[in-house]
């Protein structure tokens, strides 16, 4: 009897553990596509991603670069102060997107420029995305607008 109440231990743990690592699969085979990275765009020019590959960027509107082509097309660059990377973006702008602001953009980089299929802007004045903030403080040129 003692023999076949381990054995029956040992058959539940086994089968615990499969449907454990069966179950980690299967959610991480469902969020594949729902995890983007987020690059600065120093981190871009230094190491680009391969072209399959989706990712934010984000940084500030580069000044003087914001160009809108027949259609929906918008063109513009998108800079952190240490590199600058062209985006274009086929679709309606949030309507706080704007020059000098900060923006995230999600896409794939292709060929040197960023195709972006989401934009999102800052939400008021002050506001920046966090992302955006730790990249333009790594490279040292982050004001902060309450100062």
């Known amino acids: 009897m003692k023999g076949l109440k381990k054995k029956r231990r040992i058959q539940v743990v086994a089968i ?3 449907a454990l690592v069966l179950a980690t699969g299967l959610i991480g085979y469902g969020l594949r596509d729902g995890i983007n990275f987020f ?5 871009v020019m230094a190491e680009p991603p391969s ?3 989706t990712f934010r960027i984000g940084g500030l509107v580069e000044e003087g670069s914001l160009l ?7 063109r513009f660059n998108v800079t952190d102060g240490g590199a600058t990377v062209p985006v274009v973006f086929k679709g ?4 706080l997107f704007a ?9 794939k980089y292709i060929n040197g ?3 972006a299929s989401e934009i999102l802007a800052k939400h008021d004045e002050d506001y920046m995305p966090k992302e955006v903030v730790d990249a333009l403080k ?3 040129v982050y004001q902060d607008p309450k100062s």
């Open 68 to 74: 809108r082509d027949q259609g929906e097309v918008i």
């Open 16 to 18: 615990a553990a499969v």
């Open 92 to 95: 309606i702008l949030p309507d």
């Open 113 to 115: 420029v960023f195709e």
């Open 39 to 43: 690059r600065s765009p120093s981190q």
């Open 138 to 140: 790594e490279q040292g």
């Open 99 to 107: 020059e000098n602001q900060g923006m995230i953009g999600t896409g």
């Open 51 to 53: 072209a399959s590959e």
